[in-house]
């Protein structure tokens, strides 16, 4: 195979495919852009006024974060996967005032409050050939998930959605909704993308509710953070007939939302891979308007904000996210622009301001300038703190997983289990 890859054939068939992309999509994009270039520099793009490298704030706050990581292939007994779940919450103080900025919380603390071992390593199953993928799934989710009252999981999101007052499922009869709410009343019946449930489709639906299964035990905790951040985007894949989460991690993502703005908890999500397009021609009009090393955010909207959308991504599905508000940022000329999503509700009631957009520009200021503040670590300049923190102690490094299937190896063998059952098929042929 080495030879073919180093042939110029290979080469060529590259060169095609490149100039193909460059033909058929790049050139289609800068005529979407073009439209949408002097409304970003002059209507959406603004710059970061930073703290002084020696601002004490006026009063401090905690700052969290959640990551997680994990394998869907830790072992396999004949058909049955293993899947080996992490997740790390990390807390900051931003302590200022005792000269000591971003100085973490003990573990100790942490475990206290959190009445869990920090990070916290969790395993789950299914078999994804015996048709119960679906329900063994819907188990590891229940399992996972601290709320345990469907009612309460799931009516969070239509109160958004509608934007309205509801107490029980019974409210939702006479809406578009109503024939739906026997669908709602169990964690399997919140599976409606049943057809896709690969081991990748499974393993990511594990790790996500892991992830707000951490964020939530938080909010519902004695640590009451100022900011609570989540790693990745505010997206909720969407049953297309029905128009409501198409997986219970949907509604779990707005259950989250709900209590955090209970209990005032600034909740957002902060990803570096993402598919906002243009990101980069942004990040240069900028540095254009702004100068080198400018600290800037810019706001990407939806329909129902003054303007409409924007063209570069009116036909992509979950740009933006449904119920949400993201933003590109940029805090160091060093790094692609991130992108940060807000509850649209929350971001309604603290961030917006109808019919006048200084006040809602200068709210935007006051965020990103918190946001800016907390991502001041050499290590991770641009990036904030407690986000990495909780990346560099929740990741699986190849090591970490070969430990862990050793360990998995020799917990087999403590049970006495035929080792053939859990050695992959192409070792018996040398491959």
Known sequence: ????????DFRGKLKLTFRDIENQQDRSDEKEFAKDEVRIREELLDTVTPHASDDTLDEDYLIAAVDGSGSGDL?????????????????????TRAGDP?????RATLENAFGRAQPFLDCHWHSGVRGDARTKMADSLAEIYP???????????FRDIMK??????????GTNYGAYTSSL??????????????NPAVHDELRTASEYAAARIV?????????LLLDGAMSIFMHQARQYPSMPSGFMLRELCSLAREKHVVLCAVSKNHTIPFAHRIARMAQEAFGEGSKWFCLLPGSEDPGGGLYIYQDRTYIPPRLAVPYLFSFS?????????????????NVFVQDDPSKTRENEKALFQEIEFMSRDARWYGYPVALALAHEECKLSYEDLRLAREVAGDVRHELGLDPRRTTPYREDFNL
């Open 102 to 106: 971003f100085r973490p919380l003990d």
């Open 333 to 349: 000329m060093d790094n692609r622009p991130s992108r940060i999503d807000f509850d649209r509700i929350w971001w309604l009631e």
């Open 219 to 227: 909010l519902t905790s004695s640590i009451q953070p100022k900011y």
């Open 164 to 173: 309205r007052q509801l107490k029980s499922m019974s409210d939702l009869s």
């Open 75 to 95: 072992m396999t007994l004949d058909d049955v996967r293993v899947h080996l779940l992490s997740t790390s919450t990390v807390v900051l103080d931003t302590n």
């Open 185 to 198: 009343g169990t964690m399997e019946s919140l599976i409606t993308r049943e057809q896709m449930l690969t």
């Open 1 to 8: 195979m080495l030879e073919r890859i180093l042939t110029d």
């Open 147 to 157: 709320l345990k009252d469907s009612d309460a999981l799931v009516l969070p999101f």
